[in-house]
Nanobody
Framework: QVQLVEYGGGLVQAGGSLRLSCTTS????????MGWFRQAPGKEREFVAG????????YYADSVKGRFTISRDNAKNTVYLQMNSLKPEDTAIYYC?????????????????WGQGTQVTVSS
């Protein structure tokens, strides 16, 4: 059974930083891309960042470029999202997702396993 568990959400002031982690089990982690998505209240889920199977390619939504960094440690079956210069509009539930394909798609439909989500709240 594939499981993804996110850690690291919380409450932070605008301009602050948080680091999210997502640890997976049940499938060979290094075979597929990983992604982070988020969903704010009343809004649709949106792509935040993706990373290819070996970390060689990384993709970001325009809204987070230059502020967020995605990385992965295949030895630890873990993907990270370092979030700096946080803004109130970054407030959302953040989900990690695992894809069976090696290169990071931005479409949620390309990911077949999802974590339960972790809340990130940025106060102004």
């Amino acid at each position: 059974q594939v499981q993804l568990v996110e850690y690291g959400g919380g409450l932070v002031q605008a301009g602050g930083s948080l680091r999210l982690s997502c640890t997976t089990s049940g499938r060979t982690f290094s075979n597929g891309a990983m992604g982070w998505f988020r969903q704010a209240p009343g809004k649709e889920r949106e792509f935040v960042a993706g990373i290819s199977w070996n970390g060689g390619s990384r993709y970001y939504a325009d809204s987070v470029k230059g502020r967020f960094t995605i990385s992965r440690d295949n030895a630890k079956n873990t993907v990270y999202l370092q979030m700096n210069s946080l803004k109130p509009e970054d407030t959302a539930i953040y989900y990690c997702a695992q894809s069976p394909v090696p290169f990071a798609p931005s479409r949620g439909a390309a990911y077949d396993y999802w974590g339960q989500g972790t809340q990130v709240t940025v106060s102004s």
